[in-house]
């Protein structure tokens, strides 16, 4: 089963860019039908898509976020990061990547815990 674990720091600061990477393990990001995905879910919110990467490295962004954020994988490290730039602190969120198995009729999706990144000076 794929497992991911998210790692990045906690606290940046406004202005800033963060970097998140996706470590995975029991599956290999370029094995086919997986999308790898980032989501992020701010207090009180509900969850948000901000982009994927898929198994081809073909990437897809939120357009409310495109401008600020892309999406890399390293295939040799078998992970996949997110880089966010000029965060602001509404960016304050726990950040969770995630597999997306695609078959014919279901998707099976795969969760890393989440890390908490907070935007403040």
């Known amino acids: 089963q794929v497992q991911l674990q998210e790692s990045g720091p906690g606290l940046v600061k406004p202005s800033q860019t963060l970097s998140l990477t996706c470590i995975v393990s029991g599956g290999a990001i370029v094995e086919k039908n997986y999308y790898w995905t980032w989501i992020r879910q701010a207090p009180g919110k509900g969850l948000e898509w901000l982009g994927a990467i898929t198994y081809e490295g073909n990437s897809f962004y939120s357009p409310s976020l495109k401008s600020r954020m892309s999406i890399s994988r390293d295939t040799s490290k078998n992970q996949f990061s997110l880089q966010m730039n000029d965060l602001k602190p509404e960016d304050t969120a726990v950040y969770f990547c995630?597999?997306?198995?695609?078959?014919?009729?279901?998707?099976?999706?795969?969760w890393g815990k989440g890390t908490l990144v907070t935007v403040s000076s």
């Open positions: 995630k597999a997306e198995e695609k078959h014919p009729f279901r998707t099976d999706d795969y």
